[in-house]
Antibody, heavy 119, light 107 residues
């Protein structure tokens, strides 16, 4: 059974940093691309970042480019999102999601972790 | 960036109704579209991938169609458990983009 478990969310001050983790199990982690998607409470979904199975290719939304870094540790079956220079508008629920073997995205989702940026 | 214009933003319907939700892409994206359902307090769930392929385990009353710039999600006979918010996602070109969402409410 595919399981994705996000952690690392919490309260962070504007300008601060936070690292989110997504622990994966139930599949061959290194074989699948992964994504981060966020949702401001009460609002719609926003794709944030993606990474290939090997980790060699990474992609970002314009809103986070240069501030966020996606990475993965295929030996630990874990996906990361390093969030730097955070802003109030980064406050959201952050989900990790697994792609499928046809490279279609977001076949499975984690339960999310809430990031609140506030002083 | 490719914009996904989703309509309507909300609709009211009755159990048994046929419901259609549309996403229009600002440029051609072949059939690189997925559809997702989200219920309050829950993570999204994929319903359709590749514009028209039903995700395993999803009821056959859900269907997707379209190619290029116009895509449709249809629920042939709305059930009580289908009241939720639905999103399209284009994954043809980075950055990937979601539609704004359609909230399906009980009439």
């Amino acid at each position: 059974e595919v399981q994705l478990l996000e952690s690392g969310g919490g309260l962070v001050q504007p300008g601060g940093s936070l690292r989110l983790s997504c622990a994966a199990s139930g599949f061959t982690f290194s074989s699948f691309a992964m994504s981060w998607v966020r949702q401001i409470p009460g609002r719609g979904l926003e794709w944030v970042s993606g990474i290939s199975g090997s980790g060699g290719s990474t992609y970002y939304a314009d809103s986070v480019k240069g501030r966020f870094t996606v990475s993965r540790d295929n030996t630990q079956n874990t996906l990361y999102l390093q969030m730097n220079s955070v802003r109030a508008e980064d406050t959201a629920e952050y989900y990790c999601a697994k792609g499928d073997w046809l490279f279609h995205p977001c076949e499975y989702w984690g339960q999310g972790t809430l990031v609140t940026v506030s002083s | 960036d490719i914009q996904m214009t989703q309509s309507p933003s909300s609709l009211s319907a009755t159990v048994g109704d046929r419901v259609t939700i549309t996403c229009r892409a600002s440029q051609g994206i072949r059939n690189d579209v997925g559809w997702f359902q989200q219920k309050p307090g829950k993570a999204p769930k994929r319903l359709i991938y590749g514009a028209f392929t039903l995700q395993s385990g999803v009821p056959s009353r859900f269907s997707g169609s379209g190619s290029g710039t116009e895509f449709t999600l249809t629920i042939s006979s709305l059930q009580p458990e289908d009241f939720a918010t639905y999103y399209c996602l284009q994954h043809n070109t980075y950055p990937w983009t979601f539609g704004q969402g359609t909230k399906v409410e009980i009439k």
